[in-house]
């Protein structure tokens, strides 16, 4: 099948060096390996991950040069020779999500564990991503976006709201129960306050500022506790829940290190404390005695596999979620990551690409 015509070149944001600087720049276009497809980004969300990946946060070292970027939704232009329809279709509305590839037959793909894969490759860390026109990705691992569904508002679903997702699944919280989400404001957080409320879950939203208190208790937070002017959040957040014994749950998508060291405190005798945001050089902590005495739960959750990305789409496809976004271009990138950095983002920035309606 012949499918559209695909430039030798394209629009991207590059940088050479962990730090940086980002040069918006021409690069070539890739062609996709025998079991990849080349996807044309239309859009695609920012998620803080890609500001670590610049920073050099974490103790695995990105490729570079690096395009980074993994919330890309857009179009399958080409694919490799053993892609079939029934994998991937030219012309598809497909996700480029964090996870690029994995092996698929390493005990932890065998069991469904694909994020676990002993050889990944990441967009936007160990390869390039969707901060660019045309993006490659493994056709097994691309997810498929239902008809109908808008690509820029559902860019951040292919991240952000996959691992919420995931990590409210795996916090067990049954409907009825209250879950705390920490950094309820954030691109993550604004989308665990709607997929608890659409799993049928009270959220507490804790995060700082009127603009993501309105914002969490818009989308359904029954709470809201800002970590900047609280004197006690323990305590506050106890009294949040009905019977004052804490949330069955929590969610912690935070990115500064101390809301690690807390949520075992206040997370109900029985709950789960659920570890997802990655801040730079962080431990979580929590206490010995009251732990045992509690019999609490500490698990961390990361991103989702093939049948949690399906599951998770189809709730936005459902209309049960809508993301609170912000279009920008491509070529606007830095203005999004100082924002980040200034903790002033409410929801998500989407970037548009040069050839995106
Ligand atoms: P974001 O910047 O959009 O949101 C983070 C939020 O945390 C902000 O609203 C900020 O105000 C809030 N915050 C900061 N300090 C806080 C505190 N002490 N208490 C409560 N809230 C606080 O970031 P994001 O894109 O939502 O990503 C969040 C984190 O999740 C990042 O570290 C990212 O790398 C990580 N992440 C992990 C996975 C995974 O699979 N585990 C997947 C995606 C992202
Ligand atoms: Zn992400």
Known sequence: MSGPKIPTEQWAQVIDKVGGPLQYKKIPVAKPGPEEVLVNIKYSGVCHT?????????????????????????????RGELVTDDICKIGEAVGVKWLNDSCLSCTFCQQADEPLCLTPKLSGYTVDGSFQQYAIAS??????????????E???????????????????????????????????????????????????????????KALATKLGASAFIDFATSSDIVKDVKAATKDGLGPHAVILVAVNEKPFQQAAEYVR????????????????????????????????????????????????????????????????????YELMHAGQIAGRYVLKMPDAE
């Open 154 to 212: 559902v860019s951040p679903v292919l991240c952000a709201g996959i691992t919420v997702y995931k990590g409210l699944k795996e916090s067990g919280a049954k409907p009825g129960q209250t879950v705390a989400i920490v950094g309820a404001g954030g691109g993550l957080g604004s989308l665990a306050v709607q997929y608890a409320k659409a799993m049928g879950l009270h959220s507490i939203g804790i995060d700082s500022g009127e603009e993501k």
């Open 139 to 152: 056709a097994r691992h691309v997810a498929h976006i239902p008809e109908g569904v808008p690509l820029d």
């Open 50 to 78: 890609d500001l670590h990946a610049v920073n050099g946060d974490w103790p695995i070292p990105t490729k570079l040069p690096l395009v980074g970027g993994h919330e890309g939704a857009g179009i399958v232009v080409a």
């Open 269 to 336: 005798p029985r709950g789960t404390v659920i570890v997802i945001g990655l801040p730079a050089k962080a431990y979580i902590r929590a206490p010995v005695f009251e732990s045992v005495l509690k019999m609490i739960r500490i698990q961390a959750s990361y991103v989702g596999n093939r049948q949690d990305s399906e599951e998770a789409l189809d709730f936005f496809a459902r209309g049960l979620i809508k993301v609170p976004f912000k279009t920008v271009d491509l070529k606007d990138l830095p203005k999004v």
